[in-house]
């Protein structure tokens, strides 16, 4: 079946610093690609989101870039602060079809 | 816009009992509901995906019989798992997809902690 794999599973940096997770998906026909940041025992909220008619998305400290040919995204993080502490999910998905989510990053940052 | 809410937010109950979660859209049309089960630290897991007005589709391996879905109108979903056992102990999150600018958008509810005792 399809599946998104996402690294790394844990990601510890230093406040300040940046950090960088990996999603790489299958279904060639994905193209919509959120990010979800979940803090312990709350909801996923969706945190920035990108189209397949786009490269590279940004907000703020977020940014996220897509590769469709190589089936890659990855949500860049930076200026770290303690309170981007939390687990990362990405998410591959089509209209119509279920939303596909990698395996998540726990992030931490020190201060 | 885009607020999903979910309730109860956390239940116990005794094994044997059936316990009735819902899933609630507040602010637009959720053609589409999901529920999830998620165990500690781990990801996402999907237990059934609900269209409204039409039966659920389940995961493999997810009993249909234990984890009773309706999706009455376009802004509730239920979640019902009948005769609780420990093991079905867990954080459950439903999350909403609509129509329009959120067709593929998925927002979540806040989850539902429950304990069988």
């Known amino acids: 079946g399809e599946n998104v794999e996402q690294h790394p599973s844990t990601l510890s940096v230093q406040e300040g610093d940046s950090a960088v997770i990996k999603c790489t998906y299958s279904?060639?026909?994905?193209?919509?690609f959120p990010w979800y940041k979940q803090e312990l025992g709350k909801r996923p909220q969706l945190i920035i989101d990108i189209r397949s008619n786009v490269g590279e998305k940004k907000d703020q400290r977020i940014a996220v870039t897509l590769n469709k040919t190589a089936k890659h995204f990855s949500l860049h993080i930076t200026e770290t602060q303690p309170e981007d502490s939390a687990v990362y999910f990405c998410a591959a998905s089509r209209a119509g079809f279920k939303t596909i989510f990698g395996a998540g990053t726990r992030l931490f940052v020190k201060a | 816009g885009a607020v999903v809410s979910q309730h109860p937010s956390w239940v116990i109950c005794k094994s044997g009992t059936s316990v009735k979660i819902e899933c609630r859209s507040l602010?637009?049309?959720?053609?589409?509901m999901f529920w999830y089960r998620q165990f500690p630290k781990q990801s996402l897991m999907l237990m059934a995906t609900s269209n409204e007005g039409s039966k659920a589709t389940y995961e493999q391996g997810v009993e249909k019989d234990k984890f009773l879905i309706n999706h009455a109108s376009l802004t509730l979903s239920t979640l019902t798992v009948t005769s609780a056992h420990p093991e079905d102990s867990s954080f459950y999150i439903c999350?909403?997809?609509?129509?329009?600018?959120?067709?593929?958008?998925?927002?979540f509810g806040p989850g539902t902690r429950l304990t069988v005792t």
């Open positions: 279904d060639s026909a994905s193209n919509y």
């Open positions: 999350s909403a997809r609509g129509t329009g600018g959120f067709a593929d958008e998925q927002y």
């Open positions: 602010d637009f049309q959720a053609t589409t």
